[in-house]
């Protein structure tokens, strides 16, 4: 099992979200974030406002726990729907789950995803 983080612009959250139902997946965790990358949260539109002093721009994450044999075809799923071209667009990672357990039924592994 697989976990996918990525973090995205909230613009692009519909885009993901329908693309991600297209291939068959549907369970997800979306969270509201903030943060920033190399460019410390400033991009082409904030250079002339001298009064922006936030680096963290507003972000969304979405998770999803899927099969080993989908990450690939989820991974260019979520960055073909999340391209904008544009600074900001966000970061994916993978990560490696171990264990899963549905709490109400005690399934565990694929059958509790």
Same mark, same amino acid.
């Given at each position: ?42 991009? &082409?539109?904030? +250079? !002339? ?9 507003? #972000? =969304?994450? $979405?998770?999803? @726990? ?9 991974? &260019?799923?979520? +960055? !073909? ?9 966000? #970061? =994916?990672? $993978?990560?490696? @789950? ?16």
């Amino acid at each position: 099992m697989k976990k996918i983080e990525a973090i995205i612009k909230p613009s692009k959250l519909s885009n993901v979200k329908d693309a991600l139902h297209e291939i068959g997946l549907t369970g997800m965790t979306v969270s509201d974030v903030k943060g920033f990358g190399r460019q410390r949260g400033q991009d &082409e539109g904030l +250079k !002339n406002n001298l009064d922006y002093d936030d680096e963290f721009r507003v #972000k =969304i994450k $979405i998770e999803l @726990i899927i099969e080993e044999k989908i990450v690939e075809k989820a991974l &260019e799923t979520i +960055k !073909n729907a999340a391209y904008s071209g544009k600074i900001g667009d966000g #970061k =994916i990672f $993978i990560y490696t @789950i171990d264990q899963v357990v549905r709490i109400r039924t005690g399934e565990k592994g694929s059958d509790a995803v």
